[in-house]
C-alpha cells in the first residue's frame, strides 16, 4: 500500500502537461509579461499567448530542481516535530525568494514547489508520522501563497482514497452559517464548496444548450456565506490597492480610451492579500509555534484568482466534453478585477477572442459586488447600469445581464460579442467583475462542445 500512495502521489502532483509539450500546444506556461499569459484584455484585438519573453524549458527544470533539493535540504535538517513548526514555513519563504529564475510574480512558481512536495509525500508514505508533518507544511503553505491550494486538495483527495490520512482543515465538512459563532470561511472552505461545484455544472449544460446561444447565467453562484466573505476580499482590495490599478487596455499594446472603456483593472496572479510583513525574516516564538496551530486564514483576493483559474477550471472540465478545455495546469493565467467607478463609461462592443491563433474558449466573469444579506449593503440593482450585453450570433437571443452579487456569467470568447453599459451617476459604490479565460487545445472542435 506504502509503495502505491508513492506512484499515485508522484502522479498526482505532475502537472497534465510536460513542460515540453507545453510550448507545442502554443500556450506559454510562465511569461515574464502578466499581460500575455493572463489573457489581459477582453477585446477583439488582444492576444493571450503572444508571449513577449517566455521562460524556456531549461529555466523551468531550473526551478523544479531548485525547489525539489531545496525542500529536500529543509526536510533532512528536521525531525519529525521540527518539520511542523512555523520556521519551516520562513524556509520556504528563503526558499522562494532564492529562485533562479525571475518571474514578474512569485507565485507562478508555486507548481514546482507543489510538484517537490508531491515527490516528498511520496517518499514518506511508508512512514505515516512524517507524511503527515510533511502534508502539514504543504497546508501551511498554500495558507502562505506558496503551493496552489488544489495541488494540496489533490494530494489530499490520493491520501483519504488510499487510507492514509485526512484533514478536515483542507476538505472541511459545510458550515453551520446559522451559528452564531461561526468562524469567517477559509479558502479551504470556498474549494470545497459543493454549489460552487453545482454551479459550474449548470453553467457548463447551459452553454452547451443550442437554445442558450453560447451563453450561461447562474445566480447564487457561491450562497450567501462564501459570496459575502468574497466580495469583501476583492473590494477591500480595490479599495486599499488602488496603486495597483490601471486603465483597461484596448488592445495588447496596452493603449486605452477612457470613451471606448472607462474600468480599471488589476491582475491577481494567487497570493495577494498577504501582509506584508509575513515576508519578514521573524524570529523568536513565532518560529517555533505548530504550523496549523491557529484557525485558516479568512478569504484573500489570491485565493479567488486561485479559485476561478484552477477549481472552476476543473469542474468546467469535468462537466464538458474530453479535451474540450486545457486542463488549468498547462498555462498560467491571472485573473482580471475590474473596477466602474459611478459615473464611468462602459465598455464598447466586441470580442474577446481575436483570431485563430487566439486559445480564449469560455470567459467567465463572476460579481462579487454587495451581497443584499450584507447588512448595511445594498445589492446592485438592474436599474444602476453597468449591466453586462451579450449578443449572440442569434439576435432573437440577446441578454442584458445585470451585474448582481454572487452572479456567474460564462459565455464562449470567440462566439459571443458582448459590451458593458456605463455605471450610473450617484449609484451607491462601484461595479466590480472579476474575469478568466479558459483556453481550448490545439485542433479543437467547437462542435463537440453542444448537445445533441
Known sequence: MRRVASRVLARAWTPAAPASSWRTRGVAPIDADA????????????????????????????????????????????????????????????????????????????????????????????????????????????????????????????????????????????????????PPPSAWELFASPRLRASVTAAAAALRNESDGGIAVIDDALGPRLAAAVSR????????????????????????????????????AGDEGLDDDDDADEGGDSCSKKVLASPPPEIRPGDVAQLVRSCVSDHLINALPKNALLPSDAYVANAMLSVYAPGAPGFVKHLDNCGAADPRRITAVYYPNPNPNEEGKSARGVDDGGELVAFP???????????????????????????????????????????????????FDPSAMRSA
Open 233 to 268: 476580499a476583492l473590494r477591500r482590495h480595490a479599495s486599499e490597492r488602488r496603486d495597483d490599478f490601471v486603465a483597461g487596455a484596448l488592445d495588447r499594446t496596452g493603449r486605452s480610451d477612457v470613451s471606448a472603456r472607462g474600468d480599471v483593472v488589476c491582475w491577481l
Open 35 to 182: 499581460r500575455s499569459t493572463s489573457t489581459s484584455t477582453s477585446t477583439s484585438t488582444s492576444t493571450a499567448t503572444a508571449a513577449s519573453a517566455s521562460v524556456s524549458e531549461d529555466d523551468q527544470q531550473r526551478l523544479f530542481e531548485h525547489y525539489a533539493s531545496g525542500l529536500r535540504a529543509i526536510l533532512a535538517a528536521s525531525d519529525v516535530p521540527d518539520l511542523e513548526k512555523t520556521a519551516r514555513v520562513r524556509d520556504l519563504v528563503k526558499l522562494r525568494d532564492a529562485m533562479p529564475v525571475k518571474l514578474t510574480h512569485k507565485f507562478w512558481s508555486a507548481q514546482f514547489l507543489a510538484m517537490a512536495f508531491g515527490h516528498e509525500l511520496g517518499f514518506a508514505a511508508a512512514h505515516p508520522p512524517a507524511l503527515r508533518a510533511i502534508f502539514n507544511l504543504g497546508v501551511a503553505a498554500a495558507e502562505r501563497g506558496l503551493v496552489p491550494y488544489q495541488a494540496i486538495r489533490s494530494a489530499h483527495a490520493q491520501l483519504r482514497q488510499l487510507g492514509v490520512l485526512t484533514c478536515d482543515r483542507v476538505d472541511p465538512p459545510p458550515a453551520d452559517a446559522s451559528a452564531a459563532a461561526a
Open 393 to 443: 450570433s442569434d439576435a432573437s437571443r440577446r441578454r442584458s445581464i445585470a451585474p448582481v452579487g454572487d452572479r456567474l456569467v460564462m459565455f464562449y470568447s470567440d462566439e459571443v460579442e458582448h459590451e458593458v453599459r456605463g455605471v450610473r451617476e450617484g449609484v451607491d459604490g462601484e461595479r466590480l467583475a472579476l474575469s478568466f479565460w479558459f483556453l481550448k487545445p490545439t485542433g
